[in-house]
């Protein structure tokens, strides 16, 4: 490189004095004289071309150190590292935004391997909207576990002991993708971070006055009147040509004084304290009703276990009525709840079972659906976080073992049931409050199948996850942990096929890890004699 760029530079030379040459006897001596300096500035020029070359050199090695440190650390323990919601988001905010600069860099003067490798690895990069549900991920971390943005810069996550740090940068990019999908409680509570990391003096590189023009529109949006006219005003003292904080601000102030005027209360002078007094705002309802009963049995609040209840709970061994394939080496079986019953089985899989349904998987993974109530049709949900695949049981002996196990087990036969479903929770995954069965009022979902509804679901955990990320169910306050290797069982249906409505369940957002389940649902057909009806809708 170094070669070229010398030879590059004798060529700018030579071709000056070259075609400059014939003129040379009929230039007088202040015209030869003024050549001099023509040369010098060239020469000047050439240096500050040498100077820009050098500084984009030293940015590019810059950037070079910097990942290379940050790629050391990543591929040591891939797992580890991605295992911290924030690393995760930063992965993906790197390859999505800064990669995507640094190529700009390098386009300065087009370098052909830079750019064949951009062009092969591009395809794999995540995408704006791979970046946008990080963030979106982040934030419902925040919502569900109730952690202040503060705490979450810093990376300090319940019982974690390794941190990743959000800049001031990283939080104004979270505030502008709240405040683009409209959502101003996230966009004030980020971009009131970014400013609180800006006045305690910490680099960054967008301004104080984008974070303010994206802050003081939030939070108006929020209804904060007075503070909105305060936050536009420092906008204007820091850039009065900023046309449209000049607009926003006469609108509130007379907005402000109707308000005011119609409570008989005079207009107050706006504060001038420094640093900037940040604002605590209410989380806005939304559309899920058992919200907070929700979130708060994944925080391990609101949990119903009495020493009454716990009492009637039971460990035992399990042969699946003297079932050939567990008499010799029986399950151990705990009840997690009495009403509904929820049991768990331990040494539900092995460790070598675990890693062969996921090395099958993996390449089959996609983002997980839902049927639609409406419609019946399966589609993409944003209360269902995760991506999954099925298995078939001709696939691999593993699998078709697995199946034979959760038969021998609940004593129903898995000939109705659906494949085997894996699905993979990452940072913020979730799958909010819904029911495993067809309800009444829904098309019938599983018609086409000819199997009757979901009579139970089979759930195996097939890995730890270091926080967050249980089962949960709102109605009766049960909260199960994933523990690898062991499964739950419990029945959708009571035996008049009639649905029990205590069942909806969530499996809450992953906080810090990687969740690993696979479910398989056993549907009503084929089950007449093994579960015969009860005398009444609800035995």
Not at 322 to 329: K, S, V
Not at 343 to 355: G, K, P, Q, T
Request: one cysteine or more; proline letters at 4%.
């Amino acid at each position: 490189m170094l070669l070229r760029r010398e030879s590059f530079y004798t060529s700018i030379i030579s071709s000056f004095i070259f075609s400059m040459a014939p003129f040379f006897s009929h230039f007088p001596l202040g015209q030869m004289t003024d050549l001099i300096y023509t040369e010098k500035e060239l020469v000047q020029s050439l240096k500050e071309y040498i100077q820009a070359e050098e500084s984009k050199l030293a940015a590019v090695k810059s950037w070079a150190n910097k990942l290379d440190v940050l790629t050391l650390a990543s591929t040591a323990d891939p797992e580890v590292y991605l295992a911290h919601p924030v690393n995760a988001y930063k992965l993906m905010k790197r390859l999505n935004t800064e990669w995507s600069e640094l190529e700009s860099l390098v386009l300065q003067d087009p370098s052909d391997g830079f750019i064949s490798n951009m062009t092969v690895h591009r395809q794999y990069f995540p995408d704006e909207e791979d970046e946008k549900g990080a963030a979106k991920a982040l934030m419902r971390l925040q919502d569900t576990y109730k952690l202040d943005s503060e705490s979450f810069s810093k990376g300090k996550l319940p019982g974690v002991h390794h941190n990743a740090i959000l800049t001031v940068d990283d939080c104004y990019d979270m505030g502008k993708t709240a405040y683009n999908e409209a959502d101003y409680y996230h966009a004030v509570l980020w971009m009131q971070q970014a400013l609180r990391q800006m006045d305690a003096g910490e680099e960054h590189v967008v301004s104080k006055a984008d974070v303010l023009d994206y802050l003081s529109y939030s939070v108006y949006q929020m209804g904060d009147l007075p503070r909105a006219i305060e936050l536009t005003r420092r906008l204007v003292a820091i850039d009065s040509s900023h046309q449209r904080a000049g607009g926003n601000l006469r609108y509130f102030e007379k907005l402000l004084s109707k308000q005011l005027k119609e409570l008989n209360q005079e207009v107050q002078e706006p504060a001038t304290e420094e640093p900037i007094q940040l604002g605590t705002y209410k989380r806005p309802k939304d559309y899920l009703p058992e919200r907070e009963i929700y979130e708060g049995l994944c925080r391990g609040e609101g949990v119903k276990m009495t020493s009454a209840r716990r009492s009637r709970l039971y460990c035992r061994y399990h042969d699946g009525n003297r079932n050939p394939r567990l008499l010799l080496q029986p399950m151990k079986e705990e009840d997690e709840w009495d009403s509904p019953h929820i049991v768990r089985y331990l040494n539900a899989l092995s460790d070598s079972e675990i890693e062969k349904i996921k090395e099958l998987a993996k390449p089959r993974l996609a983002r997980a659906t839902v049927r639609d109530p409406k419609t019946g049709v399966l589609t993409t949900a944003n209360y269902r976080v995760s991506k999954s695949a099925w298995l078939e049981g001709e696939e691999d002996p593993v699998i078709e073992r697995v199946n034979q196990r959760i038969e021998d087990i609940t004593g129903l036969t898995t000939q109705t049931a659906e494949l085997l479903q894996i699905a993979n929770y990452g940072v913020g995954g979730q799958y909010e409050p819904h029911f495993d069965f067809s309800r009444k009022d829904e098309p019938d979902a599983f018609k086409t199948l000819g199997t009757g509804n979901r009579v139970a679901t089979f759930l195996n955990y097939m890995s730890d996850v270091e926080a967050g990320g249980a089962t949960v169910f709102p109605d009766f306050g049960a909260a199960i942990y994933p523990k690898k290797g062991t499964a739950v069982f419990w029945y959708n249906l009571f035996r008049s096929g009639e649905g029990d409505y205590r069942t909806r369940h969530a499996a809450c957002p992953v906080l810090v890890g990687c969740k690993w389940v696979s479910n398989k649902w056993i549907h009503e057909r084929g089950q007449e004699f093994r579960r015969p009806c009860g005398l009444t809708e609800v035995d």
